[in-house]
């Protein structure tokens, strides 16, 4: 099955995005890199603001597509659940060149400049802790993690921790920050319990 136009484009403008951030990326490339007119363009996009919003979308769907991956399987613990789900991004990291997260990127970009970006992209994080902390209270019920803790707010507290570790990855072109923030995240949720 062939892309349509504005997969193309959106695709594209998701690589570009990542390379390049919102400031940087010019319609007038995106269109040269695609080979699709200007018209195509804004029969799918009002604007450019439209079009990045719209491959935040994407970004996300293949976000969740992740997580359901990795969360609903059942064959597995559920701190292992979580850990698969970063080691698959981390994995696309890797493919990508350690460009990091797009949420990350365009959050830092535009945050304080863009109400509209800065509300979207703090859905998008709040969406994913959601449902981390689903996975996480699952496991807090099986005893992996302390019957105290909330999940939410590991859930939260995990994803503002990958964050800065992609950002540290993104830097230095190196996955060890990732790793090793994981390891010492999962570590230290989990230790309480297995030290009883």
């Known amino acids: 099955m062939t892309r349509s136009t504005k997969q193309h484009l959106i695709e594209a403008g998701l690589q570009m995005l990542l390379e390049r951030g919102y400031h940087g990326l010019g319609l007038d490339a995106l269109l040269a890199a695609t080979g699709i007119p200007k018209g195509s363009f804004y029969h799918h996009f009002t604007d450019k603001e439209d079009f990045a919003l719209q491959v935040v979308d994407a970004y996300m769907a293949l976000v969740h597509a992740g997580l359901d991956a990795c969360l609903q399987d059942r064959t597995r613990p559920p701190l292992a659940r979580v850990r698969g789900f970063f080691e698959l991004t981390q994995q696309a990291y890797r493919e990508q060149g350690y460009l990091g997260c797009l949420l990350?990127?365009?959050?830092?970009?535009?945050?304080?400049?863009?109400?509209?970006?800065?509300?979207?992209?703090e859905a998008c994080f709040a969406a994913i802790a959601a449902r981390l902390a689903a996975c996480l209270e699952e496991a807090r019920q099986r005893g992996e993690i302390p019957a105290g803790r909330d999940p939410r707010e590991?859930?939260?507290?995990l994803v503002d921790c990958w964050e800065g570790a992609a950002l540290r990855s993104r830097l230095r072109r190196d996955p060890a920050s990732l790793g090793a923030m994981l390891d010492f995240y999962l570590g230290s949720v989990a230790e309480p319990v297995r030290g009883r």
């Open 154 to 157: 590991l859930a939260d507290l």
């Open 104 to 121: 990350g990127g365009v959050g830092q970009e535009l945050s304080g400049v863009s109400e509209t970006f800065r509300a979207k992209i």
